[in-house]
């Protein structure tokens, strides 16, 4: 999420695609898990399912976006708290004070600071902004991944990789499927600490952004190989569960969606930096792209309320049309909107600022 540097095409394009995956992310079942609403084994199951495994990629981007931009800095830890951690704190306490003022127009409830600082300090406003309380513990732990990543190759890379897919994905099918759900690995003996999202994904980020020096078309065409294996073999111990448990609530099928979010957003990561790094695009265009992208923080934080106070239109959508192809209609529709708000409230700090040092 820095905006740190100067800007880089396929960074801005994995902002944006990977912030239009949010969007859907939080559709539940009338898109993200749609597939539930349909007979096990069906063509609607198996397509709309396949969807709801790749979307949670989006989390894993941003962060390896943030490492790519923020490892290779040096700074002391004073200026992480004083320039990251600080603004991070205080965008959280404002938005959650925004939501929390709305829920209780809403309900017809009565302001209370006490029960508002409770609310933040265990992140109960808004569902939605558990990226941000496990965006500012990235932050905390910031100066020592640096020193990790220092003196990184490519094989220590490859050694952390393989630890994250063997214990963090393989071991975690394997137990399910052979034990029919009954045997949990020995959490002893996992090398937790390293395999963490905040940890695992900016060094991922750094790596494939800054350290490796070409993408190769064999790289490519490898990292979409892995990616389809997981993705299938994703929906087929998804499916399994359900059918074994009957468990089709949102949070219930997505046991086995953190094994094959590496295999996701790493292809999606090297593919974008393949296809855009070094190119070159109309200057208008390119320029669009880089505005977007500078919005895409702000329609994290607004999306959530402005796409629940609209599902009015995707229900109007849906009447006429699919439901699936409806919410999709339905996200670009709020992403849009979100954009257009964000853009002017851009634009009007812009101005107050350069009148206010005019002064």
Known sequence: MSTD?????????????????????????????????????SFQYWFYMFFSVITPFAVPVFFMLSGMLLLGKEEPVVDVWKKRISKYVIV?????????????FFDFGSFSISQFMKNVYSGSVIESYWFLYEYLAFLMILPFIRKIVRDMNGREFIYLLMIKLVFDCLLIV?????????????????????????????????????????????LILL?????????????????????????ISESGVQTFYEAAQPFIAIPVFLSARKIFDGKKLPKVFEKILINIGACVFGIYLIETAFREDHYYIYFSLSRNMSGFAAIWIYVLFIFVCCLILVSVFRLISGLTCKLIKKE
């Not at 959280?92 to 209780?104: A, E, G, K, Q, T």
């Not at 029919?180 to 963490?196: E, Y």
């Not at 389809?228 to 009957?246: D, F, H, N, P, R």
């Open 223 to 247: 990292s979409f190989a892995s990616c389809i294996l997981a993705v299938i073999i994703t929906m087929l111990m998804t499916s399994y569960k359900i059918v074994l448990t009957g468990d």
């Open 92 to 104: 959280l306490i404002i938005f959650s004070l925004i939501y929390y003022i709305r829920s209780i």
């Open 5 to 41: 540097n100067k800007k880089i095409l396929y960074v801005e394009i994995l902002r944006i695609f990977a912030i239009i995956f949010v969007i859907f992310n939080h559709t539940n079942n009338f898109g993200f898990v749609h597939f539930t609403l349909y007979e096990p084994g």
């Open 174 to 218: 394997l137990q399910y499927r052979l034990s029919g759900g009954t045997i949990d690995f020995n959490g002893f003996l996992n090398p937790s600490p390293v395999l963490n999202r905040i940890v695992f994904y900016p060094i991922a980020g750094y790596y494939l952004g800054r350290k490796l020096e070409k993408v190769s078309g064999k």
